[in-house]
């Protein structure tokens, strides 16, 4: 493969987004501000900014700034050390505004190819003179020109597009893995919502039980009826043993042991949880655990957040895994209610009830866990919470699979990327 040495401005335009004011940042309106978050610089490409809820933008906007699908935007701040030089393209027309965060890049026809750009901005060429030249402060920045003024070495037009092509094949299967993903989860709490809030469970002759005219009485405890011949308990009577967590060490040293720690920030994805050193062994989750995040939040964001802990979780972060103690970790007494409680601590996170359960001390707030626990809810029978746990855990073994069949996916793309570039391997996506 021949590669021609170029200034990356002769390839493409680079243009810094708009200026948007504070005053108009909303949690609900017509247009998203991309902002840092939608940057996965770990895993590369787009995703939700789950960090803040004033996401949207509602005062007025350049045309010029409103983005459209497939537009490639790299960071112009490097708010985590990786960040400078990672890319993403616009998932949707007409929903995103480009900030002053972000840089468009537009190809010039005939140049350079579209998918060939995203991943060469993101490779190591372009990423270490990035970084070399960006501004040392407290966030290091770069801009438009210091982009443009990179060297890049590029084969032709036709070549270009074989290596884009091939490495947005394996792009869009690690999508679709993360797609089947959120479908499965989406599929959990529709069934928990079917089965143990409409209580349409399957009846004796499998059909809806309340929609088949199955019983109901009126429970004064919980204010609502439920299904006769339930139950109620407190929420703390399925707990076995709370485990508070242990943040361990930073380095190696006698009688530790490496873990990894899911801190308030991992709750959400539990990958790559950071490394610490701790020596108790009763310190460590188990499969079905369910951890709780209990200081941290914010003003818009209530503690209480919680975690499922699936085989998987704990296979793909190095087979022991703990806890930091701003968490805490329950194991139930019967690990076949673990589904049925995590969608119920799920339910009552996500309709606001963990605001009223929130103290503060030195500016952190702290979840009320043991009063929480107390509350009283439907004690579900132990078929049907049988039954539920069986559906459940086939779903998460299939994510669990789509995540490590993602790692993989990744790494290949991470080590094929540079040898690609650089013209140390020449395929043909023709061939059988």
Known sequence: M????????????VTRGASLAGDYYATDGKYKRITLGNFNYKEGGFKDDTQKEDIYYTGKVDERFILHKGDILTPLTEQALGLLGSTIRIPEDDKYIQSQDAALITCKEGLLDPDFCYYLISSAQVRNQLSAAAQQTKIRHTSPDKIKACKVFIPDLAEQKKIGQLLRLIEEKISLNKQINQNL????????DYWFVQFDFPDENGKPYKSSGGAMVYNEQ???EIPKGWNICQLNEYILSDNTGDWGKDAISDGYFE??????????????????YIKNKEKL???????????GGSPSQATGRCAYISKGVIERNGSRITCSNFCHAFT???YRKSTY????????YNSGNMFNYEGKTSGIKNFMTEMFL????IDVPQKLANDFFEKVFVWYAMRDANITGNSSLIKQRNELLPLLMNGQVNFDLSAD
């Open 332 to 334: 139930l007494k019967d």
């Open 2 to 13: 021949n590669l021609k040495e170029y200034r990356l401005g002769d390839l493409i335009e």
């Open 341 to 348: 409680f995590y969608y119920t601590w799920q339910l009552l």
């Open 222 to 224: 919980l204010k609502r």
């Open 185 to 192: 989860e989406a599929l959990a709490k529709q069934l928990y």
């Open 259 to 276: 873990v990894g720690c899911i801190r308030g920030a991992d709750i959400l994805s539990l990958i790559d949880l950071p490394k610490r």
């Open 374 to 377: 107390k509350n009283y809810w």
């Open 285 to 295: 989750l188990s499969e079905h655990d369910i951890v709780i995040e209990v200081s």
